[in-house]
């Protein structure tokens, strides 16, 4: 989807996917706890960042929307925590090696073709030892109708995840129904993909 759809898409004053963060990144948030710098990709309206900022990380916030980059900012500034923003488009965005002990990503979604490029830069992005965390929506989410692209073209597949990680050490990987209500976008039971691994 385009830099204008999301811009479009966060121009409202409420936070369309709310402002608590993820439920997989709160679980795996104590294990991330030695990591000093941390990346979001795809971050959006900053919700996931903002937690991560609050317990003490240093967090630098990629997203392709200036509007979704404001309300990051702006919810920064109200929970009291600093966060860093870069504006890119993560299909195209080579990044530079081992910036950051700990990558994180919560749907973002992209078309099949630069899937596997968006997961790449996370991993090269991240220094030997850290953590790549990520939950996506799978195929299979087109019949739950519950938030996520309405395109399979744009939905991940598990063997493909599973095929771009499998060079490093994978601490959890889950494929099914997650309940997810947050904001007015995702509301209810999804299918979906976590992974996280240790570069």
Not at 87 to 114: I, R, S, Y
Request: negative net charge; aromatic residues 12%.
């Amino acid at each position: 989807m385009s830099k204008e759809f999301w811009n479009k898409s966060f121009s409202k004053d409420t936070y369309v996917y709310g402002k608590q963060a993820n439920t997989f990144v709160v679980e795996k948030t104590e294990q991330l706890k030695e990591a000093e710098k941390i990346a979001c990709f795809a971050e959006g309206e900053g919700r996931n960042a903002v937690h991560l900022a609050k317990q003490g990380h240093h967090v630098t916030v990629f997203d392709q929307s200036e509007e979704g980059l404001a309300k990051a900012e702006r919810l920064a500034e109200e929970e009291g925590v600093h966060i860093d923003v870069v504006q890119a488009d993560l299909t195209k965005k080579e990044m530079e090696p081992g910036q950051f002990d700990a990558a994180v990503m919560v749907f973002g979604h992209v078309p099949k073709d630069h899937q596997r490029f968006l997961i790449n830069q996370m991993i090269k992005s991240v220094k030997p030892g850290g953590y790549v965390l990520f939950e996506v929506y799978s195929e299979d989410q087109i019949i739950y109708g519950t938030g996520g692209p309405k395109d399979k073209q744009m939905l991940y597949k598990p063997e493909e995840v599973l095929d771009w990680i499998r060079d490093y050490k994978c601490l959890h990987f889950y494929y099914g129904e997650a309940d997810r209500t947050e904001g007015e976008r995702h509301t209810g039971i999804g299918h979906v993909i976590q992974a996280f691994i240790r570069v």
